[in-house]
């Protein structure tokens, strides 16, 4: 583990150059080194001493690149020690043997480019190129102070390519690694948050089921609904969804997505009821005018519990659905239900599918007040309130798949619906 964190330690670093900067820092040593050498052996003595300076500044500075933050202020020292060794070497000893080094600085425009320092690598190479031209017009004027032997030129030219050739090749292969690794470090990276999106994604559904879940229980130990009521009614959310989306109806808001978040909010519709005292929600009789006002405020209330409870929830799609379905799931097709008074289309869709199936269920089911009534008539009942209570596009949605509906009501209770 320990090698595998210093190798990614190491590329890490490799991205910011500081690899490069080691390595053309270390060739540019070796090669000062040799021309240490060669200018002892020749007896130029200011070349000499150039190099021993040059070699001490390049310690130096390779000693600075394990502190830098900065590789501008570094580039720009390496630059200027390469321009004052070729003035050197120019006045020294002739421009023939100076100007091979220059290329070392090919080696930092595309190091500086794959850096995306674009401006920085554009100074650096316009400003080498007026070098270049500068110092080849004027190096031919220059008679050096020292007459250097064929093989000492020769020497000289062959450290000089050499030493060029090894940064140069190295510079490319290492801007095409961090080009390569860039690549790679974006699509691992989108890979690791599509992961994560995906776990906290799972993470958020797994919420929301418990809290739900933990809303239906505490309605079904009222008592409140009976024969799975919220149970039944999720089932018949979900399958007048999939044929509606089937189908296409309403295709910019039923879609896969609003199927899922519907279905799994749908069990919230009456969460505002728990709020309603057991004389009045248990009441074998009918409710009196002021009992009934009441009883409707388990929309308002339900909204208010739903927000208070998921309201922080990441999912603000799945909130807007839940609180539409509590709050507008007693509002009628013809504008007279509450707790709004909305009409047709201004009602949410998922309001609208809920009140098809809260209603079906409830005129199927018995309760402490009434009887339960036969499955046929309930249909029928659905029909003729199309267009006054229900949405006729959704009304027609679920009559025509009475099937399906027979076959939850006989999961649900075990044979004993009453079909006529």
Not at 83 to 110: E, K, M, N, R, W
Not at 188 to 197: E, F, P
Request: proline share 3%; glycine share 4%; hydrophobic share 50%.
């Amino acid at each position: 583990m320990e090698l595998l964190r210093k190798v990614r330690l190491n590329i890490l670093a490799l991205k910011h150059g500081r690899f490069f900067s080691y390595f053309a820092i270390i060739f540019t040593l070796i090669y000062h080194c040799a021309c240490l050498l060669l200018f002892y052996l020749a007896d130029v003595k200011p070349m000499f001493y150039i190099n021993i300076f040059s070699v001490a500044f390049y310690l130096i500075l390779l000693f600075a690149i394990c502190k830098a933050r900065s590789f501008i202020i570094i580039f720009i020292f390496f630059y200027a020690e390469v321009l004052f060794h070729q003035i050197a070497a120019t006045y020294y000893v002739g421009g023939d043997t100076a100007f091979h080094y220059l290329i070392l600085l090919s080696g930092i425009v595309p190091l500086l480019t794959f850096m995306e320092r674009i401006s920085l690598a554009s100074f650096f190479g316009f400003f080498s190129m007026i070098i270049f031209a500068l110092f080849e017009i004027h190096s031919g004027q220059i008679v050096p102070e020292y007459h250097l032997s064929n093989d000492t030129i020769y020497s000289i030219r062959f450290i000089n390519i050499f030493i060029t050739s090894i940064v140069n090749i190295g510079a490319l292969l290492m801007n095409s690694f961090i080009l390569w690794y860039k690549e790679y470090s974006l699509e691992a990276t989108v890979q690791q948050q599509d992961i994560l999106a995906s776990y906290q994604n799972k993470k958020i559904v797994g919420q929301q089921n418990n809290v739900i879940e933990s809303l239906a229980n505490l309605l079904e130990n009222r008592d409140i609904n009976t024969n799975a009521h919220i149970q039944k009614t999720k089932a018949f959310v979900e399958l007048i969804l999939q044929e509606a989306f089937r189908i296409g109806l309403y295709p910019d808001v039923i879609t896969k997505d609003f199927i899922h978040r519907t279905t799994q909010a749908s069990p919230l519709h009456d969460i505002g009821m728990v709020l309603i005292s057991d004389s009045v929600l248990k009441k074998p009789d009918r409710l009196s005018p002021e009992e009934r006002e009441l009883m409707k405020t388990h929309t308002t209330d339900g909204k208010r519990m739903v927000l208070c409870i998921i309201e922080k929830n990441d999912d603000e799609e799945f909130t807007r659905i839940a609180t539409d379905i509590v709050t507008y799931h007693h509002e009628r097709w013809d504008g007279n239900g509450y707790p709004v008074g909305l009409k047709g289309n201004n009602i949410p869709v998922a309001a609208r599918i809920m009140a098809i199936a809260d209603v079906f269920d409830a005129l199927i089911s018995a309760r402490c007040y009434k009887k339960p009534i036969p499955v046929d008539m309930a249909f029928k009942i659905i029909q003729q309130e199309s267009g006054t209570l229900f949405d006729p596009q959704l009304a027609d949605v679920f009559l025509s798949i009475q099937d399906k509906i027979m076959k939850v009501l006989f999961h649900f209770s075990e044979g004993t619906v009453v079909k006529n």
